[in-house]
């Protein structure tokens, strides 16, 4: 019996930084933003929407969607880069402001793919046996903790938000919806074009850290790029071609919301029509973990899919990561 999402939820701050805000702040223009990466503005969450606050937002409509009660929650799966703390993991501090008090909880760190990554894992771990029945599973950034914001290569790219999906063995034969296939990879030897260099036990926190910023994001953007669109074709294909359905049965295409023209080239390589291609990036930016749960819950709630629809997530990310999960809705 396949394992299918069965609630969707998102959350995503009330802070809008556009474009012509960040024209005050770094040497950049709305012009340079829009054409160059598809971004006209992104969420910044204040000191009090911590990651785990974001999540419980987005893990209760995802709830609710459910019908499901937090403390009937058998796992609780939170893929971030941001967590609220070093440690506990946010999974936990998660569990606590929920009540989901049956729950194990945990951490997971794949960076942009890191919904993709813990979707995969929960499936896995309900499917075994009778022991897992319900999970959680959240992608949460607060992006902006770590980004540095004298630095238009990157500052321009990021936002903040939280998306949230449950997940359930499928009550019914009738029911078709479920998780199909997916494909997750990793390249290490790309570990150092996308990465924070301080703040881990390689280089702990310093005041001289602190004053050359190497606690925020570094990256080289233009190999990320290449790698990225490349990868994500090959993860699509693959997953594809498991299930053995036609590119032109899938209903919507949801790729990590990065940048318009990865998005834009995966989509055209992968061979499906722009307009099945999911995009809310200019809202939002680059929300990393968030980004394919913040897009999927808003297909949802538009009422976007119906029964039965193939939907296919991709995202890449520091790792390098990268992966893709084919499901029907
Ligand atoms: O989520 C994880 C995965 N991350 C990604 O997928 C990101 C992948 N990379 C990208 O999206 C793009 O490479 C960027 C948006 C980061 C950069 O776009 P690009 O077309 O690759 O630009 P570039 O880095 O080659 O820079 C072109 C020029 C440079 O100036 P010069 O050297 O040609 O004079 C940059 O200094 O654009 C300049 N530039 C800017 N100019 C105005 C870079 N950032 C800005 C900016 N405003 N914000």
Not at 220 to 225: A, I, K, M, S, Y
Not at 227 to 238: D, F, I, P, R, S
Not at 268 to 289: C, M
């Amino acid at each position: 019996m396949a394992i299918k999402i069965v609630g969707t939820g998102s959350h995503v701050p009330s802070r809008i930084l556009g474009n012509h805000d960040l024209e005050k702040m770094v040497d950049t223009t709305d012009e340079w933003i829009r054409t160059r990466t598809g971004i006209l503005e992104r969420r910044i969450a204040d000191a009090s929407e911590t990651p785990s606050e974001m999540a419980l937002h987005a893990s209760r409509r995802a709830l609710e969607m459910a019908g499901m009660d937090a403390k009937d929650l058998d796992m609780v799966i939170v893929a971030t880069v941001t967590g609220d703390r070093i440690i506990p993991s946010t999974a936990c501090i998660l569990q606590k402001k929920l009540g989901a008090q049956k729950a194990f909880c945990f951490d997971i760190q794949a960076a942009c793919t890191g919904l993709l990554y813990a979707i995969d894992i929960a499936n896995a771990m309900i499917a075994q046996g009778a022991k897992y029945k319900k999970a959680l599973v959240v992608g949460v950034e607060k992006l902006s903790s770590i980004t540095d914001w004298k630095d238009r290569n990157t500052c321009v790219l990021f936002g903040d938000g939280a998306g949230a999906v449950v997940l359930e063995k499928r009550k019914s034969s009738g029911d078709i919806g479920g998780i199909l296939a997916s494909k997750l990879a990793s390249n290490g030897c790309h570990a150092d074009i996308l990465q924070v260099p301080a703040g881990g036990s390689e280089m702990p926190m310093t005041h001289e850290v602190l004053d050359q910023r190497l606690h925020t994001i570094r990256m080289e953007g233009q190999e990320v790029f290449k790698l990225a669109v490349n990868e994500m074709v090959k993860a699509c294909n693959h997953v594809i071609s498991e299930v053995g359905i036609s590119v032109g049965e899938i209903r919507w295409l949801i790729p990590h919301q990065a940048n318009i023209r990865i998005i834009e080239a995966v989509g055209t390589r992968v061979g499906i029509a722009r307009e099945r291609v999911y995009v809310n990036l200019d809202k939002y930016g680059n929300t990393s973990a968030a980004s394919v749960g913040i897009a999927l819950d808003e297909i949802v709630r538009k009422g976007l899919l119906q029964r039965g629809d193939y939907v296919l997530a991709t995202a890449f990310g520091s790792g390098l990561t990268w992966g893709a999960t084919l499901l029907r809705w």
